[in-house]
Nanobody, 115 residues
Framework: QVQVVESGGGLVQAGGSLRLSCAASGITRSIIVMGWYRQAPGKQRELVADIRGNSITTYADSVKGRSTISRDNVKKTVYLEMNSVKPEDTAVYYC?????????WGQGTQVTVSP
């Protein structure tokens, strides 16, 4: 059974940093893309960042320059570090895994940035 478990969310002060982790288990095939999405109240879910198996990364403009996504293929884990967080970063952050023929989502972790 596949499990995708995020951790690291919580309350952060504006200007601070956060680090999210997402660990996958029960997956035996290669994970092509590992990524983070977020959804703020009343808004659509949007891509924050993703990373391919060859380490090519993509970042949303809103987080570019203050975020780093990385992955550990052995541990099947993806990380997101974000610095200089802003109140507009407040959202539920979801881990997304894309394999050939399957995609998986985590249950989400709440990140709240206080002014």
């Amino acid at each position: 059974q596949v499990q995708v478990v995020e951790s690291g969310g919580g309350l952060v002060q504006a200007g601070g940093s956060l680090r999210l982790s997402c660990a996958a288990s029960g997956i035996t095939r290669s994970i092509i893309v590992m990524g983070w999405y977020r959804q703020a109240p009343g808004k659509q879910r949007e891509l924050v960042a993703d990373i391919r198996g060859n380490s090519i990364t993509t970042y949303a403009d809103s987080v570019k320059g203050r975020s780093t996504i990385s992955r550990d293929n052995v541990k099947k884990t993806v990380y997101l570090e974000m610095n200089s967080v802003k109140p507009e970063d407040t959202a539920v952050y979801y881990c997304h895994l894309a394999l050939i023929g399957n995609t998986y989502w985590g249950q989400g972790t709440q990140v709240t940035v206080s002014p």
